[in-house]
């Protein structure tokens, strides 16, 4: 217990505060060293997520702004489909002192800032609200996705009725241990966080969102049917040695995917929020439109780190 309170009210919000000023002289770094130039990008690994995509491209975006420089997306991915890539309005085309336009390819080891699953951007205020910015002068929600999360929320969420936020991510990230990604907490664990935060803040509903069908099974056995809450239908339970996005047709994937990131969109809406720490975390807090009364993220280390 001293443990975790020193994480939640000391480590945790320090970490937030160095990592922001950290962040602050990295722009300025970035602002002074990268050329006003056209700048175009594609990642190239196709297993990614969803999240994964966004912060990444976000941190492209990211440089780009802070150069004064134009961004280009290329390629098809599936963010795509949900996010549409704009440039800044009033945004000139950038040309060197020479007067020649010049476009320069990005690759993802040169994008040196983007928003993180860390503790430093976790409660970082600052970098939270550059990447907010970023996100809303660079990628475009869909109206028509947008009106799907005005529509699942107003057929989940009752007016003035706190509800918890959890997020839970289990089959394959449980199962494959990704190295250098953050260890996941059990189930059993956040039963208990759930309940002792349910029981402090006086909370009656929870709105759960997870992919692991044990998962779900195991919260409303033990908080009730009607007291948990989800938006994605398509869960799974046993994936062996491969992520969800190897066992899945395209069709599948892009159905998958617009049920997560309606789910992350109305965990961005919960009072209330516990989770794992994940790109989808990242995430939630981008689209959150103001701080959470209270949050917990598990610090439990990274996969790997000890072997």
């Known amino acids: 217990m001293l443990k975790q309170f020193i994480n939640e009210k000391i480590k945790h919000p320090l970490q937030g505060m160095r990592g922001d000023l950290q962040f602050f002289f990295e722009l300025q770094r970035i602002k002074k060293n990268f050329l006003p130039v056209t700048y175009t ?32 997306c290329e390629g098809d991915r599936l963010l795509f489909q949900f996010f549409i890539p704009q440039n800044p309005s009033g945004q000139p085309v950038c040309e060197r002192i020479t007067g020649k336009k010049e476009k320069r390819e990005l690759q993802e080891q040169d994008i040196c800032i983007r928003p993180r699953d860390s503790f430093s951007f976790l409660y970082g205020r600052y970098q939270q609200y550059f990447w907010k910015k970023v996100l809303k002068g660079s ?13 699942a929320a107003d057929s989940l969420f009752e007016q003035n009725i706190p509800v918890l936020g959890i997020l839970y991510r289990g089959t394959d990230y449980k ?21 002792e935060i349910m029981r402090k803040k006086h909370c009656r509903k929870i709105f759960l969102a997870t992919e692991d069908s044990l998962a779900a099974e195991k919260m409303r056995e033990y908080f ?41 969109a109305l965990l961005a809406r919960c009072q209330y929020l516990i989770a794992g720490r994940t790109s989808g975390l990242a995430g939630v807090l981008l689209l959150a439109q103001k701080p959470f009364a209270y949050a917990y993220f598990w610090d439990l280390g990274i996969y790997g780190e000890n072997k």
Do not use: W
């Not at 241990?177 to 309940?195: A, R, W, Y």
């Open 41 to 72: 990008f594609l990642r190239q690994n196709e297993n990614t997520g969803i999240f994964s995509d966004l912060l990444v491209y976000l941190g492209a975006a990211g440089m780009a702004k802070q150069s004064g420089s134009c961004l280009v």
């Open 175 to 195: 199962n494959l241990q990704p190295k250098g990604h953050p260890v996941q907490p059990g189930i059993s664990d956040v039963i208990k966080k759930t309940e």
């Open 224 to 264: 009730g049917q009607d007291c948990v809450m989800m938006y994605q239908k398509r869960l799974f339970s046993h994936t062996g040695e491969h992520y969800l996005s190897e066992l899945c047709e395209q069709d599948a994937r892009k159905q998958i995917a617009q049920e997560y990131i309606i789910s992350m």
């Open 139 to 151: 990628f475009s929600m869909k109206s028509s996705f947008q009106k799907k999360i005005e529509e």
